[in-house]
């Protein structure tokens, strides 16, 4: 398997092969041609926040708390590196492409009402993902644009800060399907496709799962 200039160690190959035979573990959301999906090696992705519909405005605040906290997580144990900076109207919707153009490298993170989107199920709290390229240098599929929308009217139904059934439980979720992973279903993973059934933090398999996404961005 050969990934631009350089190709996947040994190690990754091993552990990719292994992960196939306990696909509870990890799961890679984006594949071309049994290729994972990656952003750019060690990419710096900037986080824009639409805040403009949360009321009372004192939430927001605290909203923005949790989403930092949610990067935080995340940065312990990536290559690349969420920054929460910046904020934005855009509410992210289909297509993705025009959008990505402008904004590379970035997570539109978007506080919605139902029905503003088409790509927040209607019985979903939240979704994430990411929109990507086949890059003909690398001869694999590279990740561009991020989005996150969450539904406001079901943050009561998650409570502030860390943990069991909390904010920052639901967007590292959300922000690692942005990574580039998929449900399990481990209970101890945080993606875990029914948060009342995770943890509410970072497992182990979400840790390999996040390393074996930046060997393969790298080629190492």
């Known amino acids: 398997m050969s990934f631009g200039g350089g190709s996947v160690s040994a190690q990754v190959l091993q552990e990719l092969t292994n992960n196939q035979k306990n696909r509870s573990e990890y799961e890679f959301l984006i594949l071309e041609n049994g290729t994972p999906g990656t952003w750019p090696c060690d990419a710096v992705i900037t986080i824009q926040v639409n805040l403009d519909q949360v009321q009372p405005r004192m939430l ?45 490298n970035t997570v539109l993170f978007a506080f919605v009402f139902q029905g503003q989107s088409e790509l927040l199920p ?62 399990v279903k481990d209970r101890r993973s945080i993606l875990n496709e029914r948060m009342s059934t995770s943890a509410g933090s970072i497992g182990p398999g979400d840790i390999n799962g996040i390393k074996a996404l930046g060997a393969l961005a790298c080629g190492i």
């Open 60 to 104: 927001r605040s605290s909203l923005l708390h949790d989403l930092q906290g949610a990067a935080t997580a995340i940065n312990k144990h990536a290559r690349v590196k969420f920054v929460v900076n910046g904020s934005t109207s855009i509410i992210p919707n289909l297509p993705l492409r025009d959008i990505a153009k402008t904004y590379p």
């Open 122 to 183: 209607s019985n979903a709290a939240a979704a994430g993902g990411s929109y990507w390229i086949h890059d003909s240098q690398l001869d694999r599929p590279v990740m561009r644009l991020g989005y996150v929308l969450v539904d406001i009217n079901r943050l009561e139904d998650y409570r502030s800060d860390s943990g069991y059934l909390s904010r920052q439980a639901m967007f590292t979720h959300e922000l690692l399907h942005v990574l580039g992973l998929d449900h």
